[in-house]
């Protein structure tokens, strides 16, 4: 039996939903699976022990990024998975005012046309020197690095390995196992 649901209590305060706004859109966002947080989990710790020595710091959703906001569109957020925050000047409290070097995502049924297409474009016309999209049913790496003319040039590789940052020297994600994490309840 399903319980009802609480919107507002006397101790509990109102639970906003989660969404992204893109150029005046908005998109709803549901809650990620166990094994979608799960990943985020191990890539984003791997990422924070390698990218302290570049300066950057690893952040993970819910965190408002505005991509677009030196191009003048202080309207457009979104909340990728993991991000860099490289640049101390744009990271506030609870956003970041710019486009990140780096941003992976990780594929959920419900989102799939959303990151590899709307995002891709948005995180391109941004300026995001290098976008990876994980895919766990698959065990893919879309793996995205703007060029000289500021355009996506992919890669589809197995995510099985090792796979460098291209953006960041001597820094990689070990894709050994992360997809064979442990499943909960029969999850």
């Given at each position: 039996m399903a319980l009802p649901e609480k919107i507002n209590t006397a101790n509990q305060g109102l639970v906003e939903p989660r969404f992204e706004r893109i150029r005046g859109a908005?998109?709803?966002m549901g809650s990620p699976s166990y094994i979608h947080q799960a990943i985020i989990l191990e890539i984003g710790a791997q990422l924070k022990k390698q990218l302290a020595s570049h300066?950057?710091?690893v952040i993970t959703a819910p965190f408002d990024v505005y991509p677009l906001y030196d191009q003048g569109d202080e309207e457009t957020f979104v909340q990728p998975d993991i991000f860099t925050a490289c640049e101390q000047p744009l990271l506030e409290e609870n956003r970041y005012l710019g486009a990140p070097r780096f941003i992976v995502e990780v594929l959920s049924?419900?989102?799939r046309s959303y990151d590899m297409m709307t995002k891709?474009?948005?995180y391109m016309a941004a300026g995001v020197k290098e976008y990876w999209i994980i895919d766990p049913s698959d065990r893919l790496l879309?793996?995205?690095v703007?060029?000289?003319r500021n355009v996506y040039v992919p890669a589809e590789i197995e995510a099985k390995?090792?796979?460098a940052i291209d953006i960041f020297p001597g820094v990689e994600v070990d894709f050994t196992g992360i997809f064979d994490l442990p499943r909960l309840g029969g999850l």
């Open positions: 908005e998109y709803a300066g950057c710091a049924p419900t989102n891709y474009t948005l879309y793996k995205s703007l060029n000289s390995d090792a796979v």
